[in-house]
Each structure stands twice: as C-alpha cells, then as structure tokens.
T-cell receptor
Framework: QQPVQSPQAVILREGEDAVINCSSSKALYSVHWYRQKHGEAPVFLMILLKGGEQKGHDKISASFNEKKQQSSLYLTASQLSYSGTYFCGTQTPIDNSGAGSYQLTFGKGTKLSVIP | NAGVMQNPRHLVRRRGQEARLRCSPMKGHSHVYWYRQLPEEGLKFMVYLQKENIIDESGMPKERFSAEFPKEGPSILRIQQVVRGDSAAYFC?????????????FGPGTRLTVT
C-alpha cells in the first residue's frame, strides 16, 4: 500500500517554512525521507525507526507518529537548495522472507519549489 | 568511497530489442533493489536481491523482465523484447542491512528510451 503524501506541491519564498506529511493505512516499521532533484538520483535524508522519534539534519527535521501511522518532514528557513521532490518511503515486512526483510514503498512525492 | 554505480546512464533501444542495465552496489553492501520511475511520478519497487538470491520480486512484471545478482559482478536487470511502455528511469539502490534500519543509497539511474 503506497503511502499518501501531502501536499502534492508547494511553492515557498526563501526563508519560509514548510511541512510535508506522509501517512499510511498499514502499520509502519520505519519511515525514510529522500529528496530528488530533477534528472538526478534520490538522496537519502533521514530514517525514523521508532514511534515518537524525531530527527534533525541542518534545518530539516522529521517526526514519526507510530500510532497515527504518519510522519512529517519539517523544512525551516528554506533555502534555494531545498528545491526538489521529497519522497517518503515506508517499510513493511516481506512475507515469507524468513530473514527479517522489508520492502520500501514510496509515496508519489511532494514537489517543493523555493523562489528568491 | 565509490557510491552506487549504474551503467549505461542512457540507453536507447528499438521495440523488440533487449535492454541490460547494470548496477554495482556500494562497497560492502550486499542488498540491491531496483526501482522504476516514470516522469513526474514516484519510485516504484521492482525487485530486491541479495547475492545470488531473489528475495522479493513482487513488483516485477511477470513477463520479459528478469534480475540477477551473481556472486561476482554487478546486478543486472534485463528487459527482453522492449516496448514503448518500458521507457522510464531505472534506479538501483543498495543497503548494508536488510532490516528496518537499512537505509538505501541510490545510483544515478539508467534512462531507457524505447523507439
């Protein structure tokens, strides 16, 4: 089941803040966040493993609400370099893998444009 | 520390030909994943492999597509008798761990165009 991201797109002026949400109808074991610039590979931002976990990386942080099966990515004081498409990925166990393996399913992405 | 390598970066094939996409994981990583991305869309999981084993191929079309990750050498995604609908960017990722802590690192992708 593909996680649902919102909003689909957002335009910010430099210095403004944004929140990107990711929710799933299935139990989440972890949430991954990636950013992809046009024509490039997705770049890993962070992973949240436990409910209630919060992480920060420069001015980008994220939270994971296990009970609500959702995660949010917070971008504060946005910079031009933040522009790109942000994907959340949710991990669910692979049936019968027998090895504790998980499949990562990505949302459709949130396109963020930061303008001067 | 070399990242995930993919080649070729761009591949043009005529309908009916075969496409072979290669992926060398990061050093020390034994878990490889293949994803397909259509323009303006998300990444769609295709297959997950460990050395010499296919762990999960639930996202792979049943026909024409196959993947392998031999003991020696890169992982290969093979598409036989390509059709126009196969045109997409194909990304490979690798991870050190298979569990929930297994963050995946992506290669630059192979952009396949079928004419």
């Amino acid at each position: 089941q593909q996680p649902v991201q919102s909003p689909q797109a957002v335009i910010l002026r430099e210095g403004e803040d944004a929140v990107i949400n990711c929710s799933s109808s299935k139990a989440l074991y972890s949430v991954h966040w990636y950013r992809q610039k046009h024509g490039e590979a997705p770049v890993f931002l962070m992973i949240l493993l436990k409910g209630g976990e919060q992480k920060g990386h420069d001015k980008i942080s994220a939270s994971f609400n296990e009970k609500k099966q959702q995660s949010s990515l917070y971008l504060t004081a946005s910079q031009l370099s933040y522009s790109g498409t942000y994907f959340c990925g949710t991990q669910t166990p692979i049936d019968n893998s027998g090895a504790g393996s998980y499949q990562l399913t990505f949302g459709k992405g949130t396109k963020l444009s930061v303008i001067p | 520390n070399a990242g995930v390598m993919q080649n070729p970066r761009h591949l043009v094939r005529r309908r009916g030909q075969e496409a072979r996409l290669r992926c060398s994981p990061m050093k020390g990583h034994s878990h490889v994943y293949w994803y397909r991305q259509l323009p303006e869309e998300g990444l769609k999981f295709m297959v997950y492999l460990q050395k010499e084993n296919i762990i999960d191929e639930s996202g792979m079309p049943k026909e024409r597509f196959s993947a392998e990750f031999p003991k020696e050498g890169p992982s290969i995604l093979r598409i036989q008798q390509v059709v126009r609908g196969d045109s997409a960017a194909y990304f490979c990722a690798s991870s050190l761990m298979a569990g929930t802590g297994g963050e995946q690192y992506f290669g630059p992708g192979t952009r396949l165009t079928v004419t």
